[in-house]
């Protein structure tokens, strides 16, 4: 198992999603990674009443790599800043000499900012092979076919509230080990399985635009270039509407934390629904208290009550609600059998 593969099993297997659809702004949509995932979610939304359904979406990208060993790789990105270095100061000179008695040409300032930020790439991307090298070095010098380089239990039951996700770390600090298969996933542990020489390990970099090497660039730097082709299907649940009036939150952020998803993904997922929430809460007092009779009714009086004191607080609630989303809430609010409509008339059920 490589380092995408290792990355794809300890990722969240939850994520928020930006479309809310199940054809109503007040469902929910999460993101699952594997069908297994998926239908989890699924059943612990349904034991809450919440109605619910699994749609599979593809995904598909490509992206382009580098690869070779770190002396070629090093090579070709010198090569690449030397180039850059002298591009640089022949547009200079080029725009100085224009500037004489011409304002400032646009495309020449333009190139020579692509030149910069070609230039600090370059300048990261062997920082980071540096780095990624030695931390390479380090762990084949000191392990031995069969030890354990990384425990994922173990780390868990000691990891700090606050910091780096120790998964994260461990796979950023053997990133090149892993895309080389010389360590195995087992039981969540990565061990070593195999010692080579450090000067045969291979490195892969992901080049910029202005630094994609040419055929004959590959061929002299003997380096590759590698263009991955990624298929794969993930899971869509949509939740219905009903979410935010019968979601127990405590459980389901339990629920959330005995996944994989990080402590940030969970926030967010909970601070959507947690807003949705207020959002119909004050629609819904609004037309309570301004017996709103038409829907249009019900937009003005939203937009002009705004705030909502938080009780017991100098905290203000401010709502910026679009009147569309206003619309969408309001059939969401027919469909739970919350409101009445009949034509243009509203009415809130008792």
Same mark, same amino acid.
């Given at each position: *198992?490589?380092?995408?593969?290792?990355?794809?099993?300890?990722?969240?297997?939850?994520?928020?999603?930006? #479309?809310?659809?199940? +054809?109503?702004?007040? +469902?929910?949509?999460?993101?699952?990674?594997?069908?297994?995932?998926?239908?989890? /979610?699924?059943?612990?939304?349904?034991?809450?009443?919440?109605?619910?359904?699994?749609?599979?979406?593809?995904?598909?990208?490509?992206?382009?790599?580098?690869?070779?060993?770190?002396?070629?790789?090093?090579?070709?990105?010198?090569?690449?800043?030397? &180039? !850059?270095?002298?591009?640089?100061?022949?547009? *200079?000179?080029?725009?100085?000499?224009?500037?004489?008695?011409?304002?400032?040409?646009?495309?020449?300032?333009?190139? @020579?900012?692509?030149?910069?930020?070609?230039?600090?790439?370059?300048?990261?991307?062997?920082?980071?092979?540096? =780095?990624?090298?030695?931390?390479?070095?380090?762990? =084949?010098?000191?392990?031995?076919?069969?030890?354990?380089?990384?425990?994922?239990?173990?780390?868990?039951?000691?990891?700090?509230?606050?910091?780096?996700?120790?998964?994260?770390?461990? @796979? *950023?600090?053997?990133?090149?080990?892993?895309?080389? %298969?010389?360590?195995?996933?087992?039981?969540?542990? *990565?061990?070593?399985?195999?010692?080579?020489?450090? &000067?045969?390990?291979?490195?892969?970099?992901?080049?910029?635009? +202005?630094?994609?090497?040419?055929?004959? &660039? /590959?061929?002299?730097?003997?380096?590759?270039?590698?263009?991955?082709?990624?298929?794969?299907?993930?899971?869509?649940?949509?939740?219905?509407?009903? !979410?935010?009036?019968?979601?127990?939150?405590?459980?389901?952020?339990?629920? =959330?934390?005995?996944?994989?998803?990080?402590?940030?993904?969970? #926030?967010?997922?909970?601070?959507?629904?947690?807003?949705?929430?207020? @959002?119909?809460?004050?629609?819904?007092?609004?037309?309570?208290?301004?017996?709103?009779?038409?829907? %249009?009714?019900?937009?003005?009086?939203?937009?002009?009550?705004? %705030?909502?004191?938080?009780?017991?607080?100098?905290?203000?609630?401010?709502?910026?609600?679009?009147?569309?989303?206003?619309?969408?809430?309001?059939?969401?609010?027919?469909?739970? &059998?919350?409101?009445?409509?009949? +034509?243009?008339?509203?009415?809130?059920?008792?």
């Amino acid at each position: *198992m490589g380092y995408e593969q290792w990355e794809t099993c300890n990722r969240s297997c939850l994520s928020p999603h930006r #479309a809310d659809t199940y +054809g109503m702004v007040l +469902g929910h949509t999460f993101t699952c990674e594997n069908l297994e995932d998926a239908e989890r /979610l699924t059943k612990f939304l349904r034991k809450s009443d919440i109605s619910t359904r699994i749609e599979p979406v593809s995904s598909s990208r490509f992206s382009i790599r580098v690869k070779g060993t770190f002396d070629n790789i090093h090579s070709y990105l010198v090569h690449c800043r030397e &180039e !850059l270095t002298q591009d640089l100061e022949n547009e *200079m000179r080029k725009v100085q000499e224009e500037n004489q008695d011409t304002p400032d040409d646009q495309y020449e300032n333009e190139a @020579i900012e692509d030149i910069k930020e070609d230039l600090e790439a370059v300048e990261k991307i062997l920082a980071i092979l540096t =780095l990624d090298r030695d931390n390479a070095i380090k762990t =084949l010098e000191e392990l031995k076919e069969g030890d354990v380089v990384y425990d994922h239990d173990a780390e868990l039951a000691n990891k700090d509230e606050v910091g780096v996700n120790p998964t994260i770390a461990a @796979i *950023m600090r053997n990133k090149v080990l892993l895309d080389n %298969e010389l360590i195995s996933i087992q039981d969540k542990k *990565m061990i070593i399985r195999k010692i080579i020489p450090a &000067e045969e390990l291979f490195y892969t970099f992901q080049p910029t635009s +202005g630094i994609i090497p040419s055929e004959e &660039e /590959l061929e002299s730097f003997n380096i590759t270039l590698v263009q991955l082709m990624n298929a794969d299907l993930e899971y869509n649940v949509h939740a219905g509407p009903e !979410l935010i009036f019968k979601i127990d939150v405590e459980q389901f952020h339990d629920e =959330l934390e005995n996944s994989d998803i990080s402590n940030e993904s969970i #926030a967010i997922i909970l601070q959507a629904i947690y807003v949705k929430q207020e @959002i119909v809460e004050h629609i819904v007092h609004i037309l309570s208290r301004t017996k709103a009779e038409t829907v %249009e009714d019900l937009i003005r009086a939203v937009q002009e009550i705004q %705030e909502k004191q938080l009780e017991g607080t100098r905290t203000v609630l401010f709502f910026n609600i679009s009147p569309e989303y206003v619309k969408q809430v309001v059939e969401d609010l027919k469909k739970l &059998e919350i409101v009445r409509l009949k +034509g243009n008339k509203i009415k809130l059920n008792r």
